[in-house]
């Protein structure tokens, strides 16, 4: 007898649906190694440790767009990693300085 793995809605299973945030889960982190200078490109794929290869959540050759920031820090604070936030978010402001004054709330 065959298995199925149990649909929730959308087509998806669990375990697909598991794999999903897995995979924004290993975008967000590399990309913030790389934005952080925490690592290199050519140490990350070296080490290359996620199942997915390496997924960036950013654009590594033009750099992280405002929005890509934003949700980056939205994701780490969903993940309640704030020391994570706050580095971001420097990085944020330096590179787009009408975002100093803008809050949560105009980003969603």
């Known amino acids: 007898m065959e298995e199925h793995s149990e649909d929730y809605g959308y087509g998806r299973s669990v375990e697909e ?3 999903e945030e897995e995979l ?4 967000y982190n590399n990309s913030y190694l790389l934005i952080t200078n925490s690592a ?3 140490y990350m794929m070296a080490k290359l440790h996620g ?10 050759h033009s750099g992280p ?3 890509e ?3 980056m820090i939205l994701f ?3 993940t309640e990693e704030y020391e994570k936030c706050a580095k971001l978010k420097v990085i944020l402001n330096k590179r787009y300085p009408e975002s100093i004054n803008e809050s949560l709330e105009e980003w969603l």
């Open 17 to 19: 649906i598991q794999q």
């Open 40 to 42: 290199s490109m050519e």
């Open 69 to 71: 920031l934003e949700n």
């Open 65 to 67: 767009t405002k929005m």
């Open 24 to 27: 924004l889960s290993d975008a």
């Open 76 to 78: 780490f604070i969903e």
């Open 51 to 60: 199942q997915h290869g390496l997924v960036l959540a950013h654009n590594d």
